[in-house]
């Protein structure tokens, strides 16, 4: 099992910049990938960048060149430039590849005002 716990949500304007922590309960380096998602109202919840053991990114088309996903030890870090409205978002931290299924924190809200 993982334990996941989100922080650094906020409210930002246009522009702005954020960075999101996840702290895991065990090193990442065990945990085949990690992801961020987010879920906007109304909306399903979406894949935005994950990471996997050996370093290897990914990242949605939406944040491509905008976003970065990094870890270190414990902590899987979202940072978030050129923030856009539509990004307005809850965001989860998720541990995948695991034969018992995927793990989820509860989330940090981020709200980009216009």
């Known amino acids: 099992q993982v334990q996941l716990v989100e922080s650094g949500g906020g409210l930002v304007q246009t522009g702005g910049s954020l960075r999101l922590s996840c702290v895991a309960s065990?090193?990442?380096?065990?945990?085949?990938?990690m992801a961020w998602h987010r879920q906007a109202p109304g909306k399903e919840r979406e894949l935005v960048a994950s990471?996997?053991?050996?370093?290897t990114t990914r990242y949605a088309d939406a944040v491509r060149g905008r976003f970065t996903i990094s870890g270190d030890d414990v902590m899987v870090y979202l940072q978030m430039n050129s923030l856009k409205p539509e990004d307005t978002a809850t965001y989860y931290c998720?541990?995948?590849?695991?034969?018992?299924?995927?793990?989820w924190g509860k989330g940090t809200q981020v709200t980009v005002s216009s």
């Open positions: 998720a541990a995948w590849g695991f034969a018992s299924g995927t793990y």
């Open positions: 990471i996997t053991s050996t370093g």
């Open positions: 065990r090193s990442i380096i065990s945990i085949p990938r």
